[in-house]
């Protein structure tokens, strides 16, 4: 009974989940909170403050035409105040150079608050309208959204100035007049928006009901169907557990065979058959229960990191420049130690401690204690390994991951002690410690540098400060396989690799290279060889994913010609399409999104790609940020129930994306047949040319089904 207990316990936690994911689908990353504030008799002042999202930033007022999404406000009723000055803010702010904007912009990170001031001139007063602000991560951006606002009140008009000495009454009059012009021109300014009419409308754009006669079914939503083809193919929010749990397990084996770790085994293994030498069964026994211990201990490191950070804290290191800075400070700290620069340990009395601990207790509880010393003294192998794993781990976009990436890592770590137990002659035959763990570690430190640029890129593009563009992460990396294969090949040597000798005991100089890392040398020659094209525009498929965008390169003899859409109407393109006989891809994107303009860089661009939606699909380009005005203002119903008000162009397709596929981020993009219904699950920001061509052609072979 106890069992079914729990087994509903975990369902029901699950399903609250489940549900707190639902709700949070739809979630602006922006949580505002609108108030009036009575200055004076004769002034007032709606404040706009918002908490901002981990991860997540809000774009400023003063970012020019061209550029991503700025706050600013438009009034619908205006009695009785005039606007004075423009829409303030006050905040975190931050400056950086875009390049793909081509200017700097001022983004808000952690809060915000925006405070539009009114001059009071009637005694009663009445003001409505909205806020329009921008909000992205490094992966995403959401639709331009809305945040309205109506106020009425009383107050004390402005005295009117009396005329001067020497000032005609129709003097007085004229500057009244001008006065009401400068008036006109402020409110201009603050209602920009509103000037747009049904004639300012691109030509090519027309404004369709959202049930669209005789195209009702354009609309119909289709978010069961969409998740009955899997996962959005995001960059990080896709890797499978499986995949994380085989990551911990390499690196577990790697720990294994470091010079910490490997020369334990024989010593522990040992120690467990003596202590039950009369009972082979106990000592098998014993020594399973410590190999299932160094598991218990890592599953539960796991467990503390997700603890403490959360899942959106976890999710958020992909995209924090702050954090991505310390990964590679951390990251360059385990690469010098493992090339032999110093030893990071942990204090020595931690592990007598421990250790003296588990001689004096017996029973499962010295076991656990013993597994606990191991943990203890080969930490400085281990802790750089499971710094990086822990990183890529919290990384993944998965609450659970670095709890199944632990398991993974302690199974390997484990497996020989409890193996070597069972089978005791298995030892005579193991390797015997030496120089060839020392060069796994010096591998590993080559690994964890080459690793650590990745994560110095990620803040660089953040923060704009071009130290670290295509060319120059691509030279570091030449620079580094080339010398680990020089390392490998013997031409270079570091503290710990211990001197070979002759018979009378002179160092051997021109020492034999063995086979094995031969061939790692030549993988590593190879691999740097590989890349250097890059240095002139070639993709470098193979360090795609690790490199920054194609846009950060300065010098590129690669021709890119990103496809252009054929329409940029969901209705009309879609028409075209029936009448053709070809399925659609619909690309929701935005005049300001980075990442739409880095997926067309670099994926785009791509003849395979650029091939394929040519010729076998009618691609339909819906910008969610256009402020091009509809003909009038909609008011519709969303999921929750709460009343939205579409009053652009940029609206509407937002509003088509979040109903019908039940997304809000940007760039996302889905394959349709004629009746609009999805072909293969959606695919979101992720630079993987392949996978973006396996997606494509999978929606057209579904489509000629």
Aim: with cysteine; hydrophobic share 45%.
């Amino acid at each position: 009974m106890a069992k079914y207990t729990l087994m509903r316990k975990l369902l029901s936690i699950i399903a609250l989940f489940c549900t707190l994911g639902a709700a949070a689908q739809f979630a602006t990353p922006a949580k505002f909170t609108v108030k009036e504030n009575k200055i004076s008799d004769t002034e007032v002042e709606i404040v706009f403050s918002a908490k901002i999202d981990a991860g997540w930033h809000v774009y400023g007022t003063d970012i020019k035409d061209g550029g991503p999404t700025k706050a600013e406000v438009t009034l619908e009723t205006q009695k009785g105040v005039k606007p004075k000055g423009g829409l303030k803010a006050k905040g975190n702010a931050h400056k950086a150079m875009d390049e793909m904007f081509g200017m700097e912009l001022t983004y808000y990170e952690g809060s915000v608050t925006f405070t539009q001031t009114f001059t009071i001139t009637e005694e009663t007063y009445e003001v409505a309208g909205y806020l329009t602000y921008g909000a992205c991560n490094d992966q995403n951006c959401i639709p331009p959204t809305d945040v309205d606002f109506k106020f009425t009140g009383t107050g004390k008009p402005q005295t009117p100035q009396l005329p001067k000495g020497g000032e005609t009454g129709s003097e007085v009059k004229a500057d009244e007049a001008k006065s009401a012009e400068n008036v006109a021109e402020e409110v201009v300014a603050v209602e920009a928006a509103d000037t747009l009419t049904a004639d300012t409308v691109a030509a090519d754009t027309v404004a369709l009901p959202l049930q669209g006669d005789g195209g009702a079914s354009l609309y119909t939503p289709v978010i069961d169907e969409l998740k009955s083809y899997g996962e959005d193919n995001a960059d990080t929010s896709d890797k499978s557990l499986l995949a994380i749990f085989l990551l911990g397990f390499g690196g577990g084996i790697l720990a294994l065979l470091t010079p910490c770790v490997w020369p334990i085994i024989p010593m522990t293994v040992s120690f467990f058959l003596k202590r039950s030498k009369d009972d082979k069964k106990k000592g098998i026994r014993d020594a399973m229960t410590y190999g299932l211990s160094i598991v218990v201990i890592y599953v539960l490191l796991g467990l503390v990191i997700t603890l403490v950070f959360g899942a959106s804290a976890l999710n958020s290191l992909s995209t924090n420049a702050i954090f991505n800075i310390f990964f590679c400070l951390m990251l360059l700290v385990f690469a010098a130690s493992f090339m032999g620069g110093f030893e990071l340990t942990l204090p020595s009395s931690w592990g007598n401690a421990v250790d003296s601990k588990a001689n004096k207790t017996t029973g499962l509880l010295s076991i656990f204690l013993m597994a606990f010393t191991l943990s203890l003294v080969s930490f400085s192998c281990t802790g750089p390994i499971i710094g990086f794993l822990l990183v890529e781990m919290g990384t993944s976009g998965s609450v659970i991951a670095p709890t199944v990436g632990m398991l993974g890592f302690a199974i390997a770590l484990a497996l020989p002690f409890t193996l070597f137990a069972m089978f005791p002659t298995w030892l005579k035959s193991a390797p015997k410690s030496g120089n060839w763990m020392n060069c796994i570690k010096v591998c590993l430190g080559f690994l964890e540098l080459a690793f650590a640029l990745k994560f110095l890129s990620v803040a660089d593009l953040a923060y704009g400060w071009h130290i670290l563009d295509r060319e120059v992460f691509l030279s570091l990396w030449i620079v580094i396989f080339a010398l680990l294969g020089a390392y490998l090949i013997g031409w270079i040597r570091f503290p710990h690799d211990e001197d070979e000798y002759d018979e009378m005991g002179e160092v051997i100089v021109n020492h034999r290279t063995g086979v094995t890392r031969f061939f790692l040398a030549l993988a590593s020659f190879a691999f740097a060889i590989y890349m250097i094209p890059g240095l002139w525009g070639a993709p470098c498929k193979a360090v795609s994913a690790f490199a920054p965008p194609m846009s950060t390169q300065d010098f590129n003899l690669q021709k890119e010609d990103v496809v252009e859409a054929q329409f940029t109407d969901y209705e009309q393109g879609m028409a075209y399409a029936k009448q053709k006989g070809l399925p659609v891809m619909l690309d929701f994107t935005g005049f300001g999104c980075v990442n739409c303009r880095k997926m067309e860089a670099a994926v785009w661009t791509d003849a395979e790609v650029q091939d394929i939606i040519r010729e076998k699909y009618v691609l339909i380009s819906l910008f969610v940020d256009d402020k091009t005005a509809l003909p009038e203002t909609e008011i519709v119903k969303e999921s929750d129930g709460t009343e939205t008000k579409l009053r652009r162009v940029g609206d509407k397709w937002s509003h088509l994306e979040r109903t019908k596929f039940g997304a809000q981020t940007q760039p996302f993009y889905v394959l349709l047949d004629n009746e609009g219904k999805p072909l293969n699950t959606s695919y979101s920001y992720n630079e993987d040319i392949t996978a973006f061509v396996q997606w494509l052609n999978k929606g057209v072979e579904n489509y000629e089904k």
